[in-house]
């Protein structure tokens, strides 16, 4: 790897539209975890107060039962009592106020005493003024040491006392972000509403001659699939087949190698002739390829990286959108939007339509049929042969179900003998089905308030990954594969890697869809070396919902494995519905399976 950066042009920022536009969520997510949390903790110190005024009245109770005396209760204290009780209590309190004076006062004594043995002369007006000039020239000093180091740190500007400046480009910075989001949203809620008023526009302009393009094309495929032999309309295809979509706009036909040798056989052991260009002059031949294959790194987004191209290319080559510096929307490219939408639901419409004439035309065919049968049989009738009328329309029938029968048993070995066509890729996100939930019919607020009380969901820590100082170990040579496997990689590195393993997917959803990112990260080390501050910040920088399912968290809080599962359950459901999530897992060690 060449680096031809500074180190400080290594580390990778975190996008910061993953928490400003959910900052109002976050806000009332983490009111609701703590006023959770605080109920809770209210709950759990009732419960323990009620449990020791219980223990307290159970052991007042046995004290009572094991006393054998039972005292009788004082009289009650007359008037005079409680006067000469108040008396010696007012007594005793000016008694008190004497002492503390007398005790002050020979303190002072003492005091004059050691400085008149010392030799100090005794204290006048003259040095009390010098005394206070002392101390307010102290003062004055402190006052303008503080000044000095205030303009030295704004000299070299790491003066964080000062009030910030109005012209701070920070501020300003700040400012015209608020403005962008707050004329984001204004074009966002005009486009809105223009998108309804388009949509409308286009249907009462467009929509008719959609629809006529639709029914042609739809009773050209009836016509061209009807069995001529037995006068069927082929079945139109189901809903969830795609109804008229195939019809519509047919799919490409896929190359198979059968075609090929059924066309001009296989060309193996043929050479290929030279091309020639104009005027006869031989074209030098295309290098022949290696028979080993290139190893190339995995392609995921070529062909969306490709379509998004043509895109642009389509939509904005030759658009001049200079002027439009507040980024509203464009007519047109809105109604090149909308279009194929009004046109799948046209569709929808016309497919409703057809498959109710293909009902009909079906009913009317039966019915043409039925009277044909009937005319026949009555001019078979008047010629006095009715037996053979009947016999032979038997036989024309039980004849057409055996070749239809033959026909239908020909088409399966047809496609039997034909290679299948490649089979769709497949989902790797798609799971099988599971079992029937046991937390269905609580509702997902309860089940957070019961993970917030256990302390399993709660306010992950603001940690940022500028507070994870770390250094990258570089070289000056390539590490050897099989020599240096045994270096470890710097911290720069493990932090760089849980940026973009545990929040750059969750920026694009093309990118979380398309793209093999990884679900679990293992972060290992030594004591303090900064593993928790990498899953906060990374959790803070996702704006995911923090689940700490760490020993010392659910220690003793879900016993017996059905407890466990229970939990697991609620957790794991809850990830889901509040994705992005993380769940965090602190010396996983110590946690047993």
């Known amino acids: 790897m060449e680096l031809h950066l500074p180190l400080d042009k290594l580390d990778i920022t975190p ?65 005079e009592e409680c006067i000469l009780i108040i008396q010696a209590e007012e007594r005793g309190r000016q008694s008190r106020m004497k002492i503390k004076e007398l ?69 300003k910075l700040d400012s015209t972000l608020k403005k962008r989001k707050e004329l984001q949203l204004i074009n966002e809620l005009e486009e809105t509403d223009a998108m309804v008023e388009t949509k409308e526009k286009i ?5 008719q001659e959609m629809r006529e393009i639709m029914q042609e094309r739809i009773n050209v495929w009836l016509n061209v699939n009807r069995d001529p032999e037995f006068n069927e309309y082929p079945p139109f295809p189901k809903v969830n087949q795609g109804g008229s979509r195939d019809i519509i706009d047919p799919p490409p036909q896929l190359w198979r190698p059968e075609d090929e040798k059924k066309k001009g056989g296989d060309d193996k052991g043929k050479k290929k002739k030279p091309k020639k260009g104009k005027h ?54 809105l109604k090149n939007t909308l279009r194929p939408l009004v046109f799948e639901e046209v569709r929808i419409e016309v497919d ?33 042969k009715e037996k053979e009328f009947k016999a ?18 020909a088409k ?45 969901m709660r306010v992950c820590p603001k940690r940022s990954f500028d507070e994870y100082i770390c250094q990258d170990y570089l070289r000056g040579v390539a590490p050897d594969p099989v020599k240096d496997w045994l270096i470890d990689n710097s911290m720069a590195h493990a932090k760089r890697l849980t940026i973009e393993y545990a929040v750059l997917p ?20 030594g004591r303090r070396t900064g593993k928790t501050l990498l899953a906060h910040a990374a959790c803070t920088a996702a704006g995911a919902t923090f689940f700490d399912l760490s020993a010392k968290v659910i220690d003793g809080k879900y016993v017996g494995a059905r407890n466990v599962a229970r939990m697991l359950q609620i957790v794991f459901k809850l990830a889901k519905i509040m994705s992005p999530s993380m769940i965090y897992i602190d010396n996983v060690e110590q946690v047993g399976i």
């Not at 709950?43 to 004290?63: G, S």
């Not at 249907?203 to 929509?207: F, G, Y």
């Not at 290696?290 to 043509?310: M, Q, S």
């Not at 032979?392 to 048993?409: F, G, H, P, R, S």
């Open 506 to 525: 969750l920026a694009s959803e093309l990118v979380h869809k398309n793209a093999p990112f990884v679900r679990t990260l293992l972060i290992h080390g």
């Open 103 to 171: 005790e002050k006062q020979k303190r002072m004594q003492e005091v004059e005493l050691e400085k008149q043995r010392s030799g100090q002369k005794p204290l006048t007006k003259d040095t009390a003024v010098g005394v206070l000039q002392r101390v307010a020239r102290g003062f004055n000093g402190r006052l303008q040491t503080e000044a000095l180091v205030l303009d030295e740190l704004t000299l070299i500007h790491m003066n964080n006392f000062l009030p910030p400046d109005p012209n701070d480009p920070r501020i």
């Open 280 to 333: 006869g002059i031989r074209m030098p031949s295309e290098p022949e390829a290696d028979g080993e294959d290139v190893p190339l790194c995995p392609n995921y987004f070529g062909r969306h990286i490709k379509r998004a191209l043509e895109a642009y290319i389509e939509t904005w080559h030759d658009k001049d959108d200079y002027n439009n510096h507040q980024q509203k929307y464009i007519p047109d490219i």
């Open 392 to 409: 032979k329309v038997k036989t024309e029938k039980l004849q057409a179900k055996k070749d239809k029968a033959a026909k239908i048993k």
């Open 203 to 207: 249907k009462e302009l467009e929509a």
């Open 412 to 456: 399966k070995e047809a496609a039997a003998n034909e290679p299948p066509p490649p089979p769709p890729p497949k989902d790797p996100r798609k799971k099988p089905k599971r079992k029937k939930d046991p937390t269905e019919k609580e509702s997902v607020e309860s089940l957070t308030r019961e993970l917030a009380s256990e302390g399993i």
């Open 352 to 384: 409703v339509g057809s498959r109710e004439l293909l009902v009909q035309l079906k009913k009317k065919i039966a019915a043409d049929a039925k009277e044909a049968y009937k005319i026949a049989l009555k001019a078979a009738r008047k010629e006095g």
């Open 15 to 79: 996008p910061r539209f993953l928490t400003d536009d959910s900052k109002e969520m976050f806000k009332a997510r983490e009111a609701f975890l703590i006023q959770a949390h605080s109920d809770a903790e209210v709950a759990r110190t009732k419960v323990q107060a009620e449990k020791e005024a219980a223990a307290k009245a159970a052991a007042d109770f046995q004290a009572r039962k094991n006393r054998t005396e039972v005292l009788a209760p004082p009289p009650p204290l007359t008037e």
